[in-house]
């Protein structure tokens, strides 16, 4: 199969067809949520030097979860440069001389830039001078983002 995203209709042919047709497609993190609690269960094989896979079987598919440590760490290194260039345009905001509106706006352009997994981190307070972090947040999404342990 090319590199396409298939359709579940075109799925649906592929596993009615009476050759078998096997296919690897990327699965939603949506769907890949609803089998955590399978995922956390099963242990990880080694499969290559530096990737390990988890496999789990359910209604006929077979969900293949698959983790190196080396793409682990861009990923993190990623999620890091954004929070910090965040916590860096925060600051430069505060500095700043603004009415309220312009705020929103500036607020809105660096959360749209920061992505939603750094944003959910800061703990903002427009009448504060601080910038807390969310302990919480930051344990959540070192969890989510560490595919299911």
């Keep these: 199969m090319d590199r396409g ?3 579940e209709e075109v799925l649906a042919e592929m596993r009615a067809s009476e050759t078998p047709v096997y296919y690897l497609v990327g699965t939603p993190r949506g769907r890949l949520s609803q089998l955590e609690q399978d995922f956390l269960t099963t242990p990880w094989a080694q499969v290559r030097e530096a990737v390990q896979v988890k496999l789990v079987e359910q209604d006929g598919e077979l969900y ?7 793409r682990r760490d861009k990923e993190q290194a990623m999620r890091r440069r954004r929070l910090k260039k965040l916590i860096k345009r925060l600051h430069e905001l505060r500095q700043q001389k603004l009415t309220r509106d ?16 750094a944003w959910r981190i800061i703990d903002l307070q427009l009448s504060d001078k601080s910038l807390p972090l969310r302990r919480r947040g930051i344990r959540r ?4 983002h560490s595919a299911f342990n």
């Excluded at 293949?64 to 080396?70: E, H, N, T, V």
């Excluded at 705020?103 to 997994?117: I, Q, S, V």
């Design 141 to 144: 999404s070192r969890r989510r």
């Design 5 to 7: 995203i298939p359709t």
């Design 102 to 117: 312009q705020l929103l706006l500036k607020l809105g352009a660096a959360r749209n830039e920061a992505g939603p997994a």
């Design 64 to 70: 293949i979860l698959a983790r190196s440590g080396a």
